[in-house]
């Protein structure tokens, strides 16, 4: 629905097709902004999102190309929106480390972690899996709601995702935790800090991690579940706490309405 609205003015007879890749082809870092970045690990199987299987067909051989992935799989846009993804990690990862924090006071940098990902605290952990579950819900409403979506019936669990994507890369598989953990392409990605006077830090809130998986990822699903009828008490507690650091006004906090000043900045179905 936001590329339609986007290409509303194209010209007349203007013939395109919309597709995208469900997750990121690799997981990147910046050696050098603007310049040379570095490849941490290379997913093993991507899906395309197309909204028809023959669009899928005219693309699978020059992304695979483009890509250097064999293993392309097709699915569809509402599929690819509800995948375990950026919203499925950073912000419980964050909110478990930075929940009762004030948005000022410094914190002593031996106290907090370095790494996001194969660092995770206990509280990190435990709403990352709290998260994870409420998605799980969602898409099983929707399978509900959608019964010949062939594509809603998959495993949307991040454990299950993790390795599907990453294979070999996965050191440990043991549960939804060790799986990010070991996973060696997540492990040199780093948890933003800006250090104060004082020398304690403070999360980096001009960040991604705060700024774009809050309206493109858990306000969408919150939206989504809205419709499907499921409670996700988690997300909506992430989006009162993540819209107040980023000073936006999203979600009404009493009633749970996205009616806020700033949901035309938000991606909602």
Known sequence: WVARNALAEAPDGAIYELFGTQLIPWTCGTLKYGERGVVFGAKRMLRIATETPAVYAELEAPLQAILQIPDL???????????PNNPSLHPPILFGLFEHWDGKTGYDAAELPVWIYKDLRTESSRYLVELDNEVQAIVAALSKAHPNNPHLKLDYSMKACIEENYKEQVLNRWDTISAIQTNVAFGKHKIPYTTLKDKTIVPTIK???????LPFGLVTWHDIAQMAGVATPLIDRIIVWNQKLVEKDFMNVKTGALDGKDIDECVVP
């Open 207 to 213: 960040h991604k991690f705060f700024e774009t998986d």
């Open 73 to 83: 799989r097709p699915t569809d846009f509402l599929a690819c929106c509800m995948w």
